[in-house]
């Protein structure tokens, strides 16, 4: 893979509705990423288990590149006090898929079905659904003519991004509360760690804050996200969350990946179909 070659992340919705045999022929030639919580996903889609986890694998066998997921990144960043570099393709265990050195089935069963379902769902559970709860009873109680304001907010999913965002850029001390919502264990150097937008530490708070304000208006308006609702939009964040890195998204969910990485990342590219991915992208690496 070349240094400045594009890198474009592919999510659920769009993996389940292109078909296979053009999704590797696009990976033999482009910087495909294929994160792990699409690997998580298709473990987890019990009537479609085997059928999502065997396309997962072909596409890594035609050239696609498996990559982590937040966790990852952020212990990263903590132990060593700078931003994750810029490639996120993990090549040793894209080889490891290649190569089927173990069956892939054990390897989600024991790693990244297990992480998930424990340590990984803790914080958008208290982020989601607790904080925003907190937050919707205080505004409710002390602060009506806010509570107005987020009502009057608009219903385009898109715009309340960018007011949700634009407030948390301006106001919010991501600094601080990294530090207040990380595991200890994780940071080396608290002086030294997430200081800026250039941290994958930094845009994970910051697309998990927006997520949860915009849970805020969703009370607002009578409704009330639930943990399946939470669990989903976590998983869509951890999407979005590689734009930090990557160059553009294969997408084709509009109630939250596309919205949210347009408000999030207006300079990055979003694409519904491989036909609309431009020129570019193109890495044939096999006629330089």
Same mark, same amino acid.
């Given at each position: 893979?070349?240094?400045?070659?594009?890198?474009?992340?592919?999510?659920?919705?769009?993996?389940?509705?292109?078909?296979?045999?053009?999704?590797?022929?696009?990976?033999?030639?482009?910087?495909?990423?294929?994160?792990?919580?699409?690997?998580?996903?298709?473990?987890?889609?019990?009537?479609?288990?085997?059928?999502?986890?065997?396309?997962?694998?072909?596409?890594?066998?035609?050239?696609?590149?498996?990559?982590?997921?937040?966790?990852?990144?952020?212990?990263?960043?903590?132990?060593?006090?700078?931003?994750?570099?810029?490639?996120?393709?993990?090549?040793?265990?894209?080889?490891?898929?290649?190569?089927?050195?173990?069956?892939?089935?054990?390897?989600?069963?024991?790693?990244?079905?297990?992480?998930?379902?424990?340590?990984?769902?803790?914080?958008?559970?208290?982020?989601? *659904?607790?904080?925003?709860?907190?937050?919707?009873?205080? #505004?409710? @109680?002390? &602060?009506?003519? %806010?509570?107005?304001?987020? /009502?009057?907010?608009?219903?385009?999913?898109?715009?309340?991004?960018?007011?949700?965002?634009?407030?948390?850029?301006?106001?919010?001390?991501?600094?601080?509360?990294?530090?207040?919502?990380?595991?200890?264990?994780?940071?080396?150097?608290?002086?030294?760690?997430?200081?800026?937008?250039?941290?994958?530490?930094?845009?994970?708070?910051?697309?998990?804050?927006?997520?949860?304000?915009?849970?805020?208006?969703?009370?607002?308006?009578?409704?009330?996200?639930?943990?399946?609702?939470?669990?989903?939009?976590?998983?869509?964040?951890?999407?979005?969350?590689?734009?930090?890195?990557?160059?553009?998204?294969?997408?084709?969910?509009?109630?939250?990946?596309?919205? *949210?990485?347009?408000?999030?990342?207006?300079?990055?590219? #979003?694409? @519904?179909? &491989?036909?609309? %991915?431009?020129?570019?992208? /193109?890495?044939?690496?096999?006629?330089?």
């Amino acid at each position: 893979m070349m240094p400045k070659s594009k890198q474009v992340v592919i999510d659920k919705s769009a993996f389940d509705g292109i078909r296979t045999d053009a999704l590797c022929g696009f990976a033999r030639c482009h910087v495909l990423l294929v994160s792990d919580t699409l690997l998580y996903e298709c473990a987890t889609s019990d009537e479609r288990r085997k059928k999502g986890l065997d396309r997962y694998e072909k596409l890594v066998r035609d050239g696609a590149h498996w990559c982590s997921m937040s966790t990852e990144y952020i212990e990263w960043e903590g132990k060593n006090s700078r931003p994750y570099p810029r490639l996120l393709a993990n090549a040793q265990k894209t080889e490891w898929i290649r190569a089927q050195t173990e069956n892939l089935d054990v390897m989600l069963d024991s790693q990244i079905t297990n992480k998930s379902r424990d340590s990984h769902w803790a914080m958008p559970r208290r982020m989601f *659904l607790e904080m925003s709860r907190q937050l919707h009873e205080r #505004v409710c @109680s002390e &602060l009506p003519h %806010v509570a107005s304001e987020i /009502r009057d907010l608009p219903d385009c999913k898109f715009a309340r991004f960018q007011t949700w965002l634009n407030g948390i850029d301006t106001y919010s001390d991501i600094h601080e509360l990294a530090l207040q919502w990380l595991p200890s264990r994780w940071i080396g150097n608290t002086a030294q760690f997430c200081t800026s937008r250039e941290w994958m530490a930094w845009q994970h708070l910051r697309l998990s804050l927006a997520v949860q304000r915009d849970y805020v208006y969703l009370r607002q308006k009578g409704g009330d996200p639930g943990n399946r609702l939470a669990e989903h939009d976590d998983r869509d964040v951890e999407y979005v969350l590689l734009l930090s890195r990557a160059d553009g998204i294969i997408t084709r969910d509009k109630k939250l990946v596309e919205p *949210l990485t347009r408000a999030a990342f207006p300079e990055k590219d #979003v694409f @519904s179909s &491989l036909e609309e %991915v431009p020129e570019s992208y /193109r890495c044939d690496w096999t006629n330089p």
